[in-house]
């Protein structure tokens, strides 16, 4: 399934303004994983965080991986405020934490 062909309710005045909303929706959920994973690599058991199943099967990545990832991320969601094209801050973020689409928990940027 591609990000931008997930059903969802994105009510904005304009279909720009919604593409937007999606991927802000999109991005921001990816920053909740990221926080679950910064959870876990810290010690809280898996079966307390939001979204532990899904961050139970990514791979450990290095510190220094790991926040290069992260802040790739944290970078495209905050130019969702730029009125950046939300398609190419979507796959900007993916395209940063390929790893986590190897292993199978994010997968459908629009190509």
Do not use: C, M, Y
Request: hydrophobic residues 40%.
């Amino acid at each position: 399934v591609e990000v931008w062909e997930i059903d969802g309710d994105f009510p904005a005045k304009t279909p720009a303004a919604s593409r937007r909303l999606r991927g802000q929706t999109f991005l921001d959920v990816g920053l909740e994983l990221w926080l679950d994973l910064e959870r876990r690599l810290a010690g809280r058991p898996q079966e307390r965080l939001p979204h532990g199943d899904l961050v139970a099967t990514l791979p450990t990545l290095t510190g220094p991986q790991r926040e290069r990832r992260r802040e790739a991320w944290l970078r495209a969601r905050q130019d969702v405020a730029l009125n950046l094209s939300p398609e190419a801050l979507v796959d900007r973020a993916l395209s940063a934490t390929a790893v986590l689409g190897e292993a199978g928990v994010i997968h459908g940027s629009r190509t």
